[in-house]
């Protein structure tokens, strides 16, 4: 029974499961069955389809979404550039639904280039953006999204109905795009 408790405990967590076939012996009745079961698991992540700077910008242009750097550039590696090269497409695509869905004037301040703080969910892995704060996106935000703490660096948060988390970075709006937000 334990066996059994542990594959499904695995196959909720969605890991791949590997099980060999059941080895049996039994000399007689009253000799007890050897079985041996192994168990092989393997991390499985999800897919994410990345995006070139020029896919990106195509996408965020028939959208009427904007984007600017301080450094007038788009240079990956460069941190005063803005950059879209390894975007997800779930990142782009959350972008596109928050300008239809707020009808407010977007423009990026940040992508995925070098500069922005690490981690899995970071800029530089495609998960977040940047926008330039305006009382129309301000508004939409704070008046659609649900209110959810502060970071220890006294960002804001607030969360959309589809998990993806917008924080109130003094002049932008840092969002974490988690999935498409609905697309």
């Excluded at 460069?78 to 869905?101: D, M, V, W, Y």
């Excluded at 649900?146 to 969002?175: C, K, P």
């Amino acid at each position: 029974m334990r066996i059994r408790s542990v594959l499904s405990v695995l196959a909720l967590a969605g890991a791949s499961l590997f099980v060999a076939p059941a080895v049996g012996v039994a000399a007689d009745s009253s000799t007890a069955a050897t079985t041996t079961v192994a168990v092989a698991v393997e991390e499985v992540a999800p897919t994410v389809t990345k995006l070139s700077h020029a896919e990106a910008t195509a996408r965020f242009s028939s959208s009427g979404i904007t984007w600017s750097s301080s450094g007038g550039c788009s240079d990956r590696n460069t941190p005063t550039c803005t950059s879209f090269e390894q975007l997800n497409l779930t990142s782009a695509q959350g972008a596109q639904t928050l300008k239809s869905a707020s009808g407010c004037a977007l423009n990026i301040t940040g992508g995925t280039e070098t500069g922005h703080a690490g981690g899995t969910y970071s800029h530089w892995n495609g998960y977040k953006l940047d926008f330039g704060l305006s009382s129309c996106l301000n508004s939409y935000v704070t008046n659609t999204f649900t209110y959810i703490g502060q970071r220890g660096d006294g960002a804001a948060l607030y969360e959309s109905g589809s998990g993806n988390v917008y924080a109130l970075e003094g002049n932008h709006w840092d969002v974490t795009y988690y999935n498409c937000g609905g697309c």
